[in-house]
């Protein structure tokens, strides 16, 4: 390597020759009582030494990389002040900081450090360290308070965090590869770090971790195989993810404790749980993400979380989107399709607002349960070939504002004491029924359409409460509408088109107002099981759509009897 014409050269040989050292130590010696710029060429070998390197003072390894080996079987084995490089060299201890920066800056190209279960280079504060081309095994690097530079380095089983950053420290991580850290690939605490280009795998711990008001900016990173969170942010810690991806995590990038992130352009893929999660009052933004098969949710929100999450897509697993837990969330311009359950939850008085949304294949399309001020909010939304598009129970409130249900079983529900607000939506090619309401709820409509019901276009049962106007029932073959049991409402300025069925078969107990059809009006007392649709939500099991009477639903038994009483009295 080039050294200027100031630097004065030392060569250290274990078997002699001409002006050599038998050892570092004495070299560095030697370069310390001269006080000038120094460089120690190492002849191949092992050395059990100790080494502090004050001044400016180069350490090479003159037959190349890996030939020289210090090292002791405990303790510290290279301590420096000053301005220090290390080439080429192996160093190797346990029970202290095998390389410790104290003072001044120190460079580490193309060498090995070996510590096991201690800390492997450790740059302590007003320092500034780099490394380069290097392996670390086995130990932590660590950044105290300092400034550091890590390149095309392989960090390789460290005992707890392989690369740490705290106290205020400012590392760049970049085209590094941290495998099977028992905590955390990297960690930054009270700190700042940007991890670019890199692979992350195997770690005990969240890939990347970021806490206590950390600032952590992650670009172009791979994320595999990671026991817990491909990205973590915590404690108020702030920063970026870019184009990023995450497999086989148990959560691919999640933020807790006040934690708000920014994520952008980011692949969560088959995540054990959740692919985003937010919680703990903490916030972050999410835009153009994908999230593929995602064991439990593919983007949840819960204890008082409040992501907002833009232009995301979502494909296989279980649940799309969870809001649960006091929690809230903003969803725009989202795609949801081919899930096992759920595309959308909004439970237990968190609230949600979902905009320009399209669900395809799903299970359930939206489904709400809670006290009051559990709220759904959908604008814009389009659910297709969905079993139920929307369910609300519990005393939840969900607005819908130009949602369309096409192709499934049932459209709309509202049961128990939820209440439905409809505008200008629209329910089509439905096999059960369009819009129904049980239990004690209340279903609001303006400018509703169904089209194409194999069953009723819109159904009452037990108490449910109807207030639809201007609002239009085509092509239902059951009826236009049927109201069984005390449910009571009223149908204001409606129309019912078609040529089968009744347009409105009902109990006595809704008042109909200008209501335009050339279909007839039943009155009489009707039975739940003859017209109106009651959906059952099992959310760990079966989904039926249909009326229920004296069941019984066993999951994971293997012999099961069902019995169910029907007009015809019971049977098996």
């Known amino acids: 390597m080039g050294v200027p014409g100031v630097v004065v050269k030392y060569v250290v040989s274990p078997r002699g020759g001409r002006r050599a050292h038998p050892d570092i130590s004495s070299a560095l010696r030697a370069a310390a009582a001269r006080g000038r710029a120094a460089l120690i060429e190492i002849a191949p070998g092992r050395y059990e030494e100790e080494l502090t390197v004050r001044g400016e003072v180069q350490l090479v390894a003159a037959q190349g990389p890996g030939s020289v080996v210090v090292g002791r079987p405990r303790g ?9 490089h290390v080439h080429g060299l192996v160093l190797t201890g346990r029970d202290a900081d095998v ?29 500034s360290v780099t490394l380069r081309d290097s392996v670390v095994l086995h130990g932590r690097t660590l950044f105290s308070g300092s400034a550091g530079v890590v390149e095309r380095c392989r960090f390789t089983d460290a005992a707890d965090n392989a690369i740490a950053v705290i106290e205020g420290a400012h590392v760049a991580v970049r085209s590094s590869r941290i495998e099977g850290s028992r905590i955390h690939g990297v960690r930054v605490s009270d700190a700042r770090a940007e991890v670019t280009g890199c692979e992350l795998t195997g770690t005990g711990s969240a ?14 990173c791979a994320i595999t195989a990671v026991h817990a969170e491909g990205v973590m942010f915590a404690e108020q810690s702030r920063g970026t993810v870019d184009r990023t991806r995450v497999t086989d995590a148990q959560h691919g990038i999640a933020a807790a404790t006040g934690a708000d992130p920014v994520v952008r352009g980011c692949a969560m893929t088959d995540c054990r749980d959740t692919g985003i999660n937010v919680q703990t009052s903490a916030r972050g933004r999410f835009e153009d993400c994908q999230v593929v098969g995602a064991g439990n949710v593919s983007v949840f929100s819960t204890k008082g979380g409040a992501p907002e999450v833009h232009d995301c897509r979502i494909s296989g697993g279980n649940v799309g989107i969870a809001v649960t837990e006091g929690a ?33 294949r799903c299970t359930l399309g939206l489904d709400t349960k809670g006290d009051g001020g559990t ?33 499934g079983v049932v459209g709309f529900f509202a049961g128990e004491e939820a209440q439905v607000f409809l ?13 129904a309401a049980a239990g004690k709820a209340k279903l609001f409509a303006r400018n509703l359409v169904v089209n194409g019901s194999e069953g009723t276009g819109l159904a009452g049962s037990e108490s449910g409460y109807f207030d639809v106007a201007n609002s239009e029932f085509t092509d239902c073959a059951s009826a236009g509408a049927a109201f069984a049991d005390e449910s009571a409402g009223r149908l204001v300025d409606c129309a019912v088109n078609g040529t089968q069925g009744p347009a409105v078969l009902h109990n006595g107990r809704v008042e109909l107002v200008s209501l335009r059809t050339s279909l007839p009006v039943v009155r009489k007392t009707v039975r739940t099981v003859e017209q109106t649709p009651t959906i059952i939500n099992n959310y760990n099991g079966a989904v039926v759509n249909g009326t229920v009477i004296n069941s019984q639903f066993s999951w994971n038994s293997d012999n099961v009897i069902q019995q169910q009483t029907t007009e015809d009295g019971p049977g098996t």
């Open 328 to 360: 809230r969330g903003r969803f725009t311009r989202i795609g949801i399709e081919n899930l096992t359950n759920s595309a959308l939850r909004v439970w237990n008085g968190s609230g949600g607002v979902f905009k320009h949304v399209r669900v395809d």
């Open 375 to 407: 709220t759904a909010d959908l604008a814009d939304v389009v659910f297709r070939d969905i079993e139920t598009a929307v369910t609300a129970l519990g005393q939840s409130r969900v607005t819908l504002r130009d949602v369309k249900a096409e192709r």
């Open 207 to 220: 890939a990347v971790m970021a806490d206590a008001r950390a600032e952590l900016a992650v670009t172009d």
């Open 76 to 84: 510290a084995v290279l301590d420096t002040f000053g301005s220090v």
């Open 99 to 127: 390389v410790g920066c104290h003072a001044g800056t120190l460079t580490l190209e193309h060498t090995e450090i070996r510590a096991p279960g201690t800390v492997a280079v450790h740059a302590r504060p007003n320092t």
């Open 423 to 435: 505008h200008d939506c629209a329910v089509t090619a439905v096999s059960v029924g369009g819009v």
